[in-house]
Structures are given as C-alpha cells and as structure tokens.
C-alpha cells in the first residue's frame, strides 16, 4: 500500500490522532472516506469513458476493413463482368 508499512501506519495515525483530538478524529476521517470513494467513482467514471472510445475506434476499423473488402468485391465484379462482356462479343 503505497510502501507504507503497519508500524508507519500506526505512527501517523496515533500523530493525527493527538494533533486533531479523539472528538473530531473520526468526522475528519468519515470525511476523508467519503472523498476518496468520490475520487474512485470519478476515476472509474472516466476510466469507462475511455473503453467506450476505444470501442468506438475498434468498431470504426471494422468498419473501414469492411469497406475496403467491399471495394475489393465490387472491383472484382466489374472485372469479371467486363470479361464476360469481352467474350460475348
């Protein structure tokens, strides 16, 4: 966790607890809680946001492979009419 260990955890935890005082330690505390819960929702908010863009660019170049295979299909078409129209002559 961030390479803090127990015995550093419990050094700033006893410090904030006698800096703040055993009353408001705990409504700092919910507070910090609260915040970082915010922090995550965000962060996974925009993380999501990010996926559904990289879909959006997967699914495009599908979509573009698609034409391209297409083109190829209808040329070949064209080719293979002209030829048939050359040998009906």
Same mark, same amino acid.
């Given at each position: 966790?961030?390479g803090? $260990?127990?015995?550093? #955890? #419990? #050094?700033i &935890?006893?410090?904030a &607890? #006698?800096?703040i005082?055993?009353? *408001? /330690?705990?409504e700092?505390? !919910?507070? /910090?809680? *609260?915040?970082y819960?915010e922090?995550?929702?965000?962060?996974?908010?925009?993380?999501? +946001?990010?996926?559904?863009d990289? +879909? /959006? %660019? @997967?699914? !495009?170049?599908k979509? %573009?492979?698609? !034409?391209v295979?297409?083109?190829?299909?209808?040329? @070949?078409?064209? !080719? *293979?009419? $002209? +030829?048939?129209n050359?040998? +009906?002559?």
């Open positions: 966790m961030f803090i $260990g127990f015995n550093e #955890i #419990i #050094i &935890l006893l410090i &607890l #006698i800096v005082g055993p009353k *408001k /330690l705990p700092i505390a !919910k507070a /910090l809680g *609260k915040g819960r922090f995550r929702k965000s962060f996974e908010d925009l993380e999501k +946001e990010f996926n559904v990289e +879909e /959006l %660019d @997967n699914e !495009k170049e979509f %573009d492979e698609v !034409k295979v297409g083109k190829k299909t209808e040329e @070949n078409e064209e !080719k *293979k009419d $002209g +030829e048939d050359k040998r +009906e002559q």
